[in-house]
């Protein structure tokens, strides 16, 4: 599975082929949330990898922590991040706001 897997295509009027805009809930903190501090080889998939299983599922942990900059898929190393482990929740909602 890829990062566009989920995301509707959409055509302009002439054709063109876009992908539409998808939108990501808040992420409410949770006793069963866990936290790390990371290391240089951190990244957001590898990180959803290893505590999901499932790459793809980055944005879950770069959502739970909005106060690091969102221009890397690594987190700054030595910050001390947020990872959701009861995800089914969060899916169920990114769901329903991304529904056709």
């Given at each position: 599975?890829?990062?566009?897997?989920?995301?509707?295509?959409?055509?302009?009027l002439?054709?063109?082929?876009?992908?539409?805009?998808?939108?990501?809930?808040?992420?409410?903190?949770?006793?069963?949330?866990?936290?790390?501090?990371?290391?240089?080889?951190?990244?957001?998939?590898?990180?959803?990898?290893?505590?999901?299983?499932?790459?793809?599922?980055?944005?879950?942990?770069?959502?739970?922590?909005?106060?690091?900059?969102?221009?890397?898929?690594?987190?700054?190393v030595?910050?001390?991040?947020?990872?959701?482990?009861?995800i089914?929740?969060?899916?169920?909602?990114?769901?329903?706001?991304?529904?056709?």
């Amino acid at each position: 599975m890829d990062r566009y897997t989920d995301i509707q295509i959409l055509k302009t009027l002439k054709g063109n082929r876009y992908y539409s805009t998808n939108f990501y809930p808040t992420i409410p903190l949770l006793d069963t949330d866990i936290y790390v501090i990371t290391d240089e080889r951190d990244r957001y998939d590898l990180l959803a990898n290893q505590y999901y299983n499932d790459s793809s599922l980055w944005w879950i942990i770069a959502t739970a922590n909005p106060t690091i900059p969102p221009t890397s898929i690594f987190p700054p190393v030595g910050s001390q991040i947020r990872i959701p482990i009861n995800i089914t929740s969060i899916l169920q909602e990114y769901s329903n706001i991304n529904r056709f």
